[in-house]
């Protein structure tokens, strides 16, 4: 049986401050994106204590829409456009930056009072936009987690976050032809990942996992990309949680820098000077913001 996997990314961790890390699986230098994917990151498991806690100050994004997705713990959310909510494992929470959107992720302010270990595990990631809808206007829409899809058989649960899987359909939103999935897999249990979409890739949240008919596993935090057209049942030793994604490329190349994604380098440089004059609109009742990095080099092909 031919190998399936294309490539194996071991996440780096990088520290956001204040003590906070993630692993960051995309952008890599042996993979810039999965299909319409160009960011993902774990959070955690990390436990807040003491006058510790997340606190992402406001910043910007164009270009893309953010998908954060919890596992464990809570976060509040506030953006330019007025909303505030809590986001809480299960939930999908899709925001849509397009021409441009500002935001904060903290630690609620009822955790925070309770001095009791905040939890927090979860992933986000970002969607870029396909070309016609860059500028698209900017958007915030929470999806409880009771109104994502579930199939189940066998032992494995697949909760459908986005796109279409398995006769599923989310009703979340996208902009392009995608995948992006939550699945549980008991000790043996299987899922066959059909090659619907042109480029896939899974995440090894925790446990492990194997590939039917191919020798080793592959750890926790370690993202597989798989082979176009490559038909792979995943399996493993273990009770495991993995993240499937993935979707059709784009024709156009992405250019990304900080939090701004595009097409067009131009764009980038608008979005750069537009922070740095505080022309974006401001997230209500939080003042702060972070400042754009002045050791960023320029936007990079990706």
């Known amino acids: 049986m031919t190998d399936p996997v294309e490539s194996v990314i071991i996440p780096p961790t990088r520290d956001l401050g204040d003590g906070f890390t993630v692993r960051r699986a995309l952008p890599s230098p042996h993979r810039r994106m999965v299909g319409p994917f160009i960011f993902f990151d774990q959070m955690g498991p990390v436990s807040f204590t003491g006058d510790q806690a997340l606190d992402v100050r406001p910043h910007p994004h164009i270009g893309l829409a953010t998908v954060t997705f919890l596992l464990d ?7 330019s456009l007025g909303n505030a909510l809590p986001i809480r494992p299960g939930a999908v929470n899709w925001m849509t930056a397009g021409r441009g959107i500002v935001h904060s992720e903290r630690t609620p302010d009822a955790l925070r009072a309770s001095n009791a270990p905040a939890r927090l595990f ?5 969607i ?26 066998a032992g494995a649960r697949l909760a459908l976050i ?12 996208t902009f392009s032809d995608m995948i992006y999935a939550d699945l549980t897999l008991d000790a043996g249990a299987r899922y066959r990942f059909a090659a619907d979409h042109v480029e896939r890739a899974v995440y090894v949240v925790t446990g492990s996992l ?17 082979k176009p057209g490559a038909e792979v049942v995943l399996t493993s030793d273990e009770a495991s949680r993995l993240m499937l994604v993935g979707g059709e490329p784009f024709a156009e190349k992405r250019l990304i820098y900080w939090n701004f994604v595009s097409s067009r380098a131009d764009r980038i440089e ?15 009742g939080d003042a702060e913001f972070i400042p754009l990095p002045p050791d960023v080099p320029g936007a990079r092909l990706v």
């Open 270 to 284: 608008a979005a750069k000077a537009d922070w740095r004059a505080g022309r974006f609109d401001p997230v209500p």
């Open 122 to 126: 979860g992933l986000q990631t970002w």
């Open 73 to 79: 713990g809570e976060i509040m959310h506030r953006d």
């Open 128 to 153: 870029a936009l396909p070309a016609a809808h860059e500028e698209t206007a900017p958007a915030f829409t929470h999806y409880p987690a009771d109104a994502i899809p579930v199939a189940q058989a």
């Open 210 to 226: 194997r590939i039917v008919g191919q020798e080793g596993a592959f750890g926790a935090s370690q993202l597989v990309v798989l």
């Open 162 to 173: 986005a796109g279409q899987a398995d006769g599923l359909t989310s009703p979340v939103q």
